[in-house]
């Protein structure tokens, strides 16, 4: 029940001995891109969206009374 210094010897030694990462062939991580035309329109649809949204925020509001 108490750690001592051969459990900390025990971590240190083994520090790191899990499954490293698998790198590509040109020293790169690959990274995932849309996989069809569906996803990206998708994300242009979206992007569209809160640009409007956030536009649509920030305009200055117009007055509702009416003149006599």
């Not at 040109?26 to 329109?41: F, K």
């Not at 998708?42 to 649509?56: D, K, N, S």
């Amino acid at each position: 029940g108490t750690i001592d210094v051969l459990d900390y010897t025990l971590w240190r030694d083994n520090l790191g001995a899990g499954v490293a990462p698998t790198i590509t062939t040109g020293g790169a991580l690959a990274v995932p891109e849309p996989s069809s035309l569906h996803e990206i329109a998708l994300l242009l649809a979206a992007t569209v969206c809160f640009c409007t949204w956030v536009e649509r925020c920030n305009r200055p509001r117009r007055s509702r009374r009416v003149k006599a």
